[in-house]
């Protein structure tokens, strides 16, 4: 008998965990490239190289999750699990540090010396970048944990 854990890979929690993920990160990625010269800054590269990675990682796994719920079978082998939560970890920390370098970059740009080095209208932007990369890290958190929490339900398995 095969664990189901709620947000595990292979179940609709975890299918709309990872759509989500896709969703907040293509939302950062057109928050901070769309009519803004992203570039002139380094955690603004950094941001868009991340949720680069992280939107296909987010949607292949979506795909295997939509295929595991449609035809109610989940295929869970201990490598490729262990695969998945190591890449969710790794994108998980490098999201997190994404996030929080554009947002204190944003927040200084607006508030140093009085003086702000944008326009409004693009520090916004840059601060709902932000906010989107915070909620999909915290979705990819959640799946990381969900399938940490599941491997060594599998590893007694073998």
Same mark, same amino acid.
């Given at each position: 008998? *095969?664990?189901?854990?709620?947000?595990?890979?292979?179940?609709?929690?975890?299918?709309?965990?990872?759509?989500?993920?896709?969703? #907040?990160?293509?939302?950062?990625?057109?928050?901070?490239?769309?009519?803004?010269?992203?570039?002139?800054?380094?955690?603004?590269? #950094?941001?868009?190289?991340?949720?680069?990675?992280?939107?296909?990682?987010?949607?292949?796994?979506?795909?295997?999750?939509?295929?595991?719920?449609?035809?109610?079978?989940?295929?869970?082998?201990?490598?490729?699990?262990?695969?998945?939560?190591?890449?969710?970890?790794?994108?998980?920390?490098?999201?997190?540090?994404?996030?929080?370098?554009?947002?204190?970059?944003?927040?200084?740009?607006?508030? *140093?010396?009085?003086?702000?080095?944008?326009?409004?209208?693009?520090?916004?932007?840059?601060?709902?970048?932000?906010?989107?990369?915070?909620?999909?890290?915290?979705?990819?958190?959640?799946?990381?944990?969900?399938?940490?929490?599941?491997?060594?339900?599998?590893?007694?398995?073998?």
């Amino acid at each position: 008998m *095969e664990p189901q854990l709620p947000g595990s890979i292979g179940t609709s929690a975890s299918l709309a965990i990872r759509l989500g993920q896709a969703m #907040f990160s293509v939302a950062s990625l057109l928050f901070m490239c769309v009519g803004v010269q992203f570039y002139a800054y380094t955690s603004f590269c #950094f941001l868009v190289t991340i949720k680069g990675l992280t939107i296909p990682w987010s949607l292949t796994l979506a795909i295997v999750d939509a295929y595991s719920v449609f035809i109610k079978r989940t295929s869970r082998h201990l490598q490729i699990v262990l695969i998945i939560v190591i890449g969710d970890w790794i994108l998980s920390f490098l999201s997190l540090a994404a996030a929080c370098s554009t947002a204190s970059v944003s927040d200084f740009m607006v508030t *140093e010396a009085g003086a702000s080095f944008c326009g409004g209208k693009m520090c916004s932007r840059y601060r709902l970048s932000a906010a989107m990369a915070c909620l999909s890290w915290s979705l990819s958190l959640a799946s990381a944990l969900f399938n940490l929490w599941l491997l060594p339900s599998l590893y007694s398995n073998y």
